[in-house]
């Protein structure tokens, strides 16, 4: 991965979606939403159960077709465009559930990330050792993916992604399952990435205390709607945040 100076956070919008809306038959899952993606920014995505975070994730990287709105990444119109054509464009994403190859070795796994890269193999080893070194898997090359403990499988999730050399890093609930010191090592990757390699990172996630420390701007859904957007600060004082986290008026 090719290091960059630091991008300040609210630099030039490199992704944006207009009115996006996504219908499963009679359920309107995603409706009228509209957000931006700053250059160089951590910009989380938060909401309650149900609020239509999957969805809007799986939009935004092409793994569903919007019902209604447009998508644009980079400038280009992208809406309904293919997942091989949005991270060719430097969108990658992680998933929520593991989607490792659990009977193959860490190396093998990373390996797939370069697939797209016109690489000779010595350096797609050496694109494997530098992000394994950044996500913490430099010693665990060899092990079968499925022996990893939890983390390093977390881990090892977005270390697939980085080899891909996103310019946009999408995570979905990266930190789940992870525990006090694990999620303070995986905030301090997501930091690095941002300032050391100038990756853009959109976040989506449960740990709401986690991304009120990462992010620096949050956006909150609720029902599939634009509830809250602004600072964590702001966003945290947000009546209409509390209530639907508490289950007031849902």
Do not use: W
């Amino acid at each position: 991965m090719n290091a960059a100076t630091s991008t300040p956070a609210g630099g030039d919008v490199i992704l944006r979606a207009e009115h996006l809306e996504r219908r499963f038959g009679g359920l309107t899952a995603v409706s009228d939403f509209t957000f931006e993606l700053r250059q160089g920014e951590i910009l989380g995505l938060i909401g309650p159960n149900g609020a239509g975070k999957s969805t809007t994730f799986n939009l935004i990287s092409g793994f569903l077709r919007p019902s209604g709105g447009r998508l644009f990444l980079k400038g280009r119109d992208v809406t309904g465009a293919s997942t091989k054509t949005i991270s060719r464009l430097g969108l990658v994403r992680t998933f929520q559930h593991h989607s490792l190859l659990s009977e193959m070795s860490v190396v093998d796994n990373i390996l797939i990330g370069t697939f797209h890269q016109r690489l000779a193999h010595e350096k797609r080893m050496e694109k494997v050792r530098e992000v394994a070194s950044m996500t913490g898997l430099a010693d665990h090359l060899q092990i079968i993916a499925g022996n990893l403990p939890h983390g390093l499988q977390r881990m090892l999730s977005i270390a697939i992604a980085l080899a891909a050399e996103p310019q946009i890093l999408c995570l979905d609930e990266p930190l789940t399952g992870l525990q006090g010191a694990e999620v303070g090592a995986a905030l301090e990757l997501f930091e690095k990435l941002r300032t050391t390699h100038g990756l853009t990172i959109l976040l989506v996630e449960h740990n709401v205390r986690a991304v009120m420390r990462a992010c620096d701007r949050v956006i909150v859904l609720n029902y599939g709607r634009l509830l809250a957007e602004g600072s964590p600060e702001a966003v945290s004082r947000d009546e209409a945040v509390i209530e639907a986290y508490l289950g007031r008026g849902r």
